[in-house]
């Protein structure tokens, strides 16, 4: 395959992928083939001579669309949304042709320099102080496990880098039980340890209670161990809890800790100014992370971690040696000192056409729709005889149960095999609930309202 065959197969993708949107609707939600099903009908081994791309393509066709889970299909309502607008697929086109490596300012200056704007573009549209610059990382999970490990550097004096931890005071970090599991996962890579996580406990609105998490940090201080840093959600993953930030950065800053803000999801909506109320005190975190790629209609992957001050951060993760100097530009910012992996994409591409070709105001009216049409489904599943709203909307996540927990398990199983949505599940308070979380870039509200109908199908109800 030569790039005169590319030019010919990319227009076949691109009326592929027309198709395969226009069609979606038709498709059950979650793929409907057992586990094996797949790789059955792989060869074993690898070819030895070239195959025709025709077979090629007739092979994706017959095996991959139908044993996929359709993450851009209009009524996925399950986990968080992985949206890819039309316009940051065309994006990631370009990213892909021009296959840069953007590890240095000189390896791809427009892509340093672009993604030093659209972060600030970004910024400004969350309503974020001007103090804050930042950074696009693959994941929430890798922008929250390099806050964790500036706060164990930070805590140490910037030693545990050169010594290890070995020999030094027992680090401890602070959240509450609402956090996503990616804080568990950056305690256990940084060296820190899960033990050494604590969970802080949560109050009525089940956001971190600031009174407990002081009681911790002092405890552990007089237990001769060395506090390192605070997590916050807003907008967790379970159920949309939301910590009461203003409140427990003060506690932070009162015992000089580092704070990291996970905002994954829910900071999405606060370029929205009327959601701003609900991270309100923000701009005293040290860190924060939000995805565009779950709700601004930026393609996966593409994570926005903002900093206060990106020096400490620099410090921790930055390493240069001397093949990776830029003669004679000793201030330009090489993005892959901010980050995990030396390795880069050109991820602000796709950020910068989404936010040109749709507008904030246009992405705004995505969101203000999503959360009310999560506002009128919930009302119409609480209609139901024998349904129980568990946990009631935080933007547009909320939970629900039927009955007793093998009531409601069943009940999940019977409405992702009729296939006409898909819904996950959680824990809460130990007790199983199903998730609704309305975010697909293309949903309406007829998608949205098929969710009642199918549970009052699924359940008898109807």
Known sequence: MDHDDLAHWSKRAADWARDYHRGLRDRPVRAQTPPGATAARLPAAPPEAAEPMETIWDDFQALVPDAMTHWQHPRFFAYFPANAAPASMLAEQLANAMAAQCMLWQTAPAATELEQVTVDWLRQALGLAPRFTGTIHDSATTATLSAVLTMRERALGWAGNAQGLSGQKRLRLYASAQTHSSVDKAARLSGIGQENLVKVPTDATHAM?????????????????????????????????????????????????????????????????????????????????????????????????????????????????????????????????????????????????????????????????????????????????????????????FTFALGDDAATEALLKRVNDDGRVYLTQTRHQGRFVIRVQVGSFDCTHADVMMLPRVLAKVSGAA
């Open 209 to 397: 209670d600031p009174e407990a998490l002081d009681a911790a940090i002092r405890a552990d201080l007089a237990a001769g161990h060395l506090p390192a840093g605070v997590i916050l959600c807003v907008g967790g993953t379970g159920i949309g809890a939301i910590d009461r930030v203003a409140e427990t950065l003060a506690i932070a800053r009162a015992h000089h800790l580092y704070t990291h803000v996970d905002a994954a999801w829910a900071g999405s909506a606060m370029i929205c100014p009327e959601f701003w109320a609900l991270w309100e005190g923000i701009d005293g975190a040290d860190s924060i992370v939000t995805n565009p790629h779950k709700w601004l209609g930026v393609q996966f992957d593409c994570a926005v971690q903002f900093l206060a001050d990106p020096a400490a951060q620099v410090r921790t993760l930055g390493l240069r040696p001397d093949y990776l100097e830029t003669l004679g530009q000793s201030d330009v910012t090489d993005f892959n000192e901010w980050t995990v992996p030396l390795g880069r994409r050109f991820r602000a591409l796709k950020l910068w056409f989404v936010l040109r070709a749709y507008g904030l105001e246009g992405l705004r009216t995505r969101i203000r729709n999503h959360v009310a049409w999560a506002a009128e489904a919930r009302d119409a599943i609480a209609a139901l005889p024998g349904f129980e709203i568990v946990t009631e909307p935080r933007l547009s996540l």
